[in-house]
Nanobody, 116 residues
Framework: QVQLVESGGGLVQPGGSLRLSCAASGFTFSNYGVNWYRQPPGKERELVARISSAGSSTTYADTMKGRFTVSRDNARNTAYLQMNSLKPEDTAVYYC?????????WGQGTQVTVSS
């Protein structure tokens, strides 16, 4: 059974940090590129960052550059999103997506709320 399970979300004050995890099972994780998306309240889903299957290449949305870092540990079948200097506008549900060819898997999302 294919699963992607995000964790690590929660409530954090502005300027704080969180690390999200995305644990994969049921497929060969190391073959898949991983994307992190987010959906702010009342807005469309947007790409946050992506990492290649081997972890050698990363891409970030402009508003996340320098604050967010995407990484992965293929031995643990897990991807991570380190988020620093969080702002209220980072409040959203964050989703993990694994993609390889026609295979496209999504997690259930984890809520991140940035508020004082």
């Amino acid at each position: 059974q294919v699963q992607l399970v995000e964790s690590g979300g929660g409530l954090v004050q502005p300027g704080g940090s969180l690390r999200l995890s995305c644990a994969a099972s049921g497929f060969t994780f190391s073959n898949y590129g991983v994307n992190w998306y987010r959906q702010p309240p009342g807005k469309e889903r947007e790409l946050v960052a992506r990492i290649s299957s081997a972890g050698s290449s990363t891409t970030y949305a402009d508003t996340m550059k320098g604050r967010f870092t995407v990484s992965r540990d293929n031995a643990r079948n897990t991807a991570y999103l380190q988020m620093n200097s969080l702002k209220p506008e980072d409040t959203a549900v964050y989703y993990c997506n694994a993609r390889f060819g026609r295979n496209d898997y999504w997690g259930q999302g984890t809520q991140v709320t940035v508020s004082s």
